[in-house]
Each structure stands twice: as C-alpha cells, then as structure tokens.
C-alpha cells in the first residue's frame, strides 16, 4: 500500500492530477502550511491557533467553533466521508465534530465572530457529533434542525489521539471512533444531506490534525473543479 502511495505521490508531481474511478478528494488539510490553513478555517469562537503542524483550540470556554471557509467548500457537496484526528489536551469533556452545517451557528450566548458570506444567507442548519459530552460521560449526534443519533457509552482519554470519521449521505449518516462503526442514523434526508464541516470544543482544550473530506470514491487524489489536490492523505492512509 506504501508503495503504491508513493507511485502515486510521484504521478502527481510529474502530470500534476491522478483519477482513480470517480475517487475525489474535496478538502484537505494537515496544517503544515499556515499561510494556507489561514485561508481555509474561519474561527466563530475559542483561541484557535496553527502550531506545530495542527490546529490547536486553547480555551476553555464553551461552543468554541471553527469551520471550513466559502472558498474551500461547495453548497451542493452532500455524499462525503470526513476524516480528522482528535487529542483532548485538557478540560472537562471530549470534541465536537462538525457537519452538514448551514446558516449562522448557535451562538449560545457567545458574540460569534463573523460566519463565511454564503452562511449569512442561509437557514440555520448545525449537526455535531459530541464525544465525550455531558461531563465525558457519554456520545451522540446532536442537531439544530436534523435528526439526532443514540447515545453510545464513548469517553475521551486526555493525551490520546482519536481517529474520528463520519460517512455523510443525503438520507443519513454513520460514525466511526478509531476504525469501529459506533453507530448510524438511515432516516435523515434533511436538506439532502448538505452542509459543510467544522471542528469544536465545549469546556475543552483539544488540538485536531489530517483533515480530510472525500466523495464515495474514496481518498484517493484528482483534480475537484479544477483544484490540483494533493496525496498527504491517501499517504497517511497507507501507513
């Protein structure tokens, strides 16, 4: 698998795009570069900062929320996979993990900074699937305006790093924590399926890393809409 990730590495700088079936990577990042993670992430809440190839949320607060910029995400993208890599540093509960959102997000008595233009225009829409909620007690899906998931028995260990998946498609969605299938919802085609993806805390300090969001071909690198996509992740699959 090494070998043919490297293969591929090796096809994409020398023609510069590889398709593989209708595989299409439609976000990436692993925050390597911050001149490029600034132009990806729009931080509603918390003290976000890019250090030391991640994205790390300092605050202790409540309903700290980042999420993926108008330039890097598509309205009409609602049968995708998301990937990304979880390590609580600190605090009381686990990570929220952020999809199919539209609208201006749940302020929760915060004064929200300033949410991407298209979601100004938009009807409130949030999902997060909340692990370690509840005091690190327990996990699920929860929603503003969707269908929620059952409770399952997961907690967060500090200093551990999770491996966090959510396969979204325009009638449901299923969950996985570190390779396991934890749990699904088939009955919610609420707006289709749409909504772009974001990364929380509540009353937690966290640092997320490899973020990766792509179509049902799989993670494998093409060109969406003309964007030259990279291959860290099929990489990192491969290890």
């Given at each position: 698998?090494?070998?043919l ?14 398709t593989?079936g209708?595989?299409?990577i439609?976000?990436?990042?692993n ?7 600034e ?6 809440w918390?003290?976000?900062e ?6 790390h ?17 598509d309205?009409?993208?609602?049968d995708?996979t998301?990937e ?7 605090g ?8 199919r ?8 008595g ?15 829409l949030?999902y997060w699937w ?7 007690t327990t996990?699920?899906?929860e929603?503003w ?17 999770y491996d966090?998946?959510?396969v ?9 924590l ?13 707006r289709?399926g ?8 509540w009353a937690t ?14 993670p ?11 291959a ?8």
């Open positions: 698998m090494k070998k990730g490297i293969f591929i590495l090796l096809c994409i700088l020398t023609f510069g795009i590889v593989v209708i595989a299409q439609l976000f990436e990042d925050f390597d570069k911050v001149n490029e993670s132009k990806k992430w729009v931080s509603l918390g003290d976000w890019f250090k030391d190839d991640e994205y949320q300092k605050s202790g607060d409540s309903n700290c929320m980042s999420i993926i910029t108008d330039d890097y995400w309205e009409d993208w609602n995708y998301y990304v890599r979880g390590q609580k540093t600190g009381a509960e686990g990570f929220l993990i952020m999809f959102c539209q609208g201006p997000m749940e302020p929760r915060k004064a929200l900074k300033e949410h991407p233009q298209r979601m100004q225009n938009q009807d409130r949030e909340n692990l370690g909620g509840w005091g690190n996990s699920k899906v929603s305006g969707g269908v929620a998931s059952p409770n399952t028995n997961h907690t967060i260990t500090t200093g551990d790093w966090i998946k959510i979204n498609t325009p009638t449901g969605y299923t969950l996985y570190n390779d396991e299938k934890v749990g699904n919802t088939i009955n919610d085609a609420t289709d749409v909504g772009r993806v974001g990364v929380a805390t300090m966290a640092i997320y890393d490899d973020v990766l969001v792509y179509g049902p071909g799989g494998l690198p093409v060109d969406p809409k003309g964007k030259i996509a990279t860290w992740g099929f990489l990192k699959a491969g290890r």
